[in-house]
């Protein structure tokens, strides 16, 4: 099947896994709308690398918490393509709370967490539905985390938000499966990179390569997943079967078995 003129909306597309999952829709002749929310130059970076390919792109600002920045980022999407196809919701957020420290996670970092990782993937979703139920086997892609089902993670509500992702996966499908729309996700674990790198390890590159050392050593494939692998997987449920719907794919080396 040829995705040549489709358009991809991806958000969180100016680094890491979304920046990965923009070229390699690119690299399949798919124009991508990138999202961010305070990354610009990483989002016109990306934005060129997908120009290079041969496609058109556009970096879109906006918080996907808030219900009218999604709105208003499809909508910038049509006007600019005229459709969309395929929703990566792959935008995400954090912060390092010890599950033990229960005073320490905060009203408002519960609502940050599941503003972002969660609703802003119901809402994303919501606006896009319209324009996707027009698209010959529209598709919508989430990155979860293994966190979802491990109860290890950076904090419990990134853990909650995540488990969340997962039901609303699964309650999307089915909803919209009716429309010819898939819904599926994949669920990384440790991803190497920046964020990896400043929180897990720090910021010291060898404590981070010990980290990454004793996580290959659990690791059946001995392998820590990269942006790139997670591209991967996103990019087999685009361009894999139209009646794969409601999975979550994890995608850890064997690290959870």
Not at 106 to 116: D, K, P, Q, S, Y
Request: charged share 15%.
């Amino acid at each position: 099947m040829s995705y040549i003129g489709q358009t991809a909306l991806v958000t969180g597309g100016s680094s890491g896994v979304g920046a990965a999952t923009a070229l390699q829709l690119a690299q399949r002749g798919i124009n991508v709308v990138v999202n961010y929310n305070a990354s610009e130059a990483g989002a016109l970076a990306v934005v060129d690398n997908v120009i290079k390919c041969g496609c058109d792109a556009l970096a879109v600002q906006g918080d996907v918490s808030k219900e009218e920045d999604c709105r208003r980022i499809v909508g910038q999407t049509l006007e600019k393509f005229g459709r969309l196809d395929i929703l990566i919701n792959n935008a995400g957020t954090t912060t390092f709370i010890p599950h033990h420290d229960l005073e320490g996670l905060t009203e408002a970092i519960w609502h940050r967490t599941l503003g972002v990782n969660l609703m802003g993937a119901f809402f994303m979703t919501r606006a896009a539905a319209p324009y996707l139920r027009e698209a010959d086997a529209g598709k919508v892609v989430m990155t979860s985390s293994i966190a979802s089902v491990t109860a290890n993670g950076s904090s419990i509500a990134y853990c909650a938000s995540k488990a969340g992702m997962n039901s609303l996966t699964k309650t999307l499908a089915k909803t919209l499966g009716k429309d010819g729309i898939q819904v599926n996700a994949v669920l990384p674990g440790l991803i190497d990179g920046d964020w990896a790198f400043n929180t897990w390890g720090g910021g010291d590159e060898g404590q981070y390569e010990e980290l990454k050392a004793a996580f290959s050593e659990q690791t059946p494939l001995g392998h820590v997943v990269t942006p790139d692998d997670v591209a991967d997987a996103i990019l087999s449920f685009v361009t894999g079967s139209r009646y794969v719907t409601g999975q979550l794919l994890t995608l850890d080396g064997g690290f959870t078995l």
